[in-house]
Nanobody, 119 residues
Framework: QVHLVESGGGLVQAGGSLRLSCAASGSTFTIYAMGWYRQAPGKQRELVAIISRGGSTNYTDSVKGRFTISRDTAKNTVNVQMISLKPEDTAVYYC?????????????WGQGTQVTVSS
């Protein structure tokens, strides 16, 4: 089992910045990737950014150049620095950890944190 606790988020004006952080605990040795997803009202949850244990990153096109994901493997934390925020970035952001235990893969989720960008 992996437990995720998020922090950060809030209300910001368009063009502003926010930083989201997520701390993992429990069976963290099983984690092979961590990332952030978001879900806006009436829309499906989508991947925002993800980083592997080896440091490889992937971003959804709409945030490339504006969001930067980072990970501290020793502290089992993942952060996303968000700049030049736009109203369309408004959503609930969820931390995600992907783990593998023997032959099985699991997705773990944080409780979600609201990001609201006003125009």
């Amino acid at each position: 089992q992996v437990h995720l606790v998020e922090s950060g988020g809030g209300l910001v004006q368009a063009g502003g910045s926010l930083r989201l952080s997520c701390a993992a605990s429990g069976s963290t040795f099983t984690i092979y990737a961590m990332g952030w997803y978001r879900q806006a009202p009436g829309k499906q949850r989508e991947l925002v950014a993800i980083i592997s244990r080896g440091g490889s990153t992937n971003y959804t096109d709409s945030v490339k150049g504006r969001f930067t994901i980072s990970r501290d493997t020793a502290k089992n934390t993942v952060n996303v620095q968000m700049i030049s925020l736009k109203p369309e970035d408004t959503a609930v952001y969820y931390c995600n950890a992907k783990s593998q235990e023997t032959y099985y893969k699991y997705d773990y989720w944080g409780q979600g944190t609201q990001v609201t960008v006003s125009s």
